[in-house]
Structure formats: C-alpha cells, structure tokens
Nanobody
Framework: QVQVVESGGGLVQAGGSLRLSCAAS????????MGWFRQAPGKQRGLVVDITRGGITHYGDSVKDRFTISRDNAKNTVYLQMNSLKPEDTAVYYC???????????????WGNGTLVTVSS
C-alpha cells in the first residue's frame, strides 16, 4: 500500500509565503518524478511544478520565479516553497508521485488528497 500525504496549506495574505510538504510512504521499489498540481474552483487540475529523482525541474509559467520545488530522496519527500503569493494562486494543491511497485513494469501515478491554499487580497 502506497500513501502520498500533503501538508502545509492554509490562509495567507497576498504577498505572503507558504511551504507545502508531501511525503510518500509504503512498499515500493522507487519513486521517480514527484510534483505539485493545483485545481482552482471551476478549473481543471494543472501542473505547478515537478522534479525528477535527479533534480531536474519543470515549472509552469505562472509560478516561475515565485515558487521553488525541492526534494529529499532519503525521506521520500518533496517540498514547495511559495513566495509572493497572489489571489489567483488560490487552489487545492495536490501532490503527485510516479512510483514503481513490485509486480509492475512502469511507474504508476499516486495522488494525495490535496491541501487548500487560500490567498486573500
């Protein structure tokens, strides 16, 4: 059983900062890419940023220079430092991990339940 659990959401004023964390646990062979997606009310879920096991990152255009992803492979954890937050960053943020488990030949997507980030103006 694999679990992916986010933490760190909350309410913040525009211009403020928040740090999200996501940890994967359970029985698996390896964790490859990990990343953050978000879904605002009435909108589709979209990529915020992801990071490979080797540290290569891919940022969405709207968060470049404001958000920073980092990863601790030893702890199976990924972090999202969000600075200069804007009201339009308000969304549920979901952690995604591409994980290889025994009996499979390819990574499967595992998702957390999401954490709400609300940015007030």
């Amino acid at each position: 059983q694999v679990q992916v659990v986010e933490s760190g959401g909350g309410l913040v004023q525009a211009g403020g900062s928040l740090r999200l964390s996501c940890a994967a646990s359970g029985r698996f062979l390896s964790i490859n890419a990990m990343g953050w997606f978000r879904q605002a009310p009435g909108k589709q879920r979209g990529l915020v940023v992801d990071i490979t096991r080797g540290g290569i990152t891919h940022y969405g255009d709207s968060v470049k220079d404001r958000f920073t992803i980092s990863r601790d492979n030893a702890k199976n954890t990924v972090y999202l430092q969000m600075n200069s937050l804007k009201p339009e960053d308000t969304a549920v943020y979901y952690c995604n991990a591409k994980i290889l488990t025994s009996g499979h030949y390819y990574d499967m997507d595992y998702w957390g339940n999401g954490t709400l980030v609300t940015v007030s103006s």
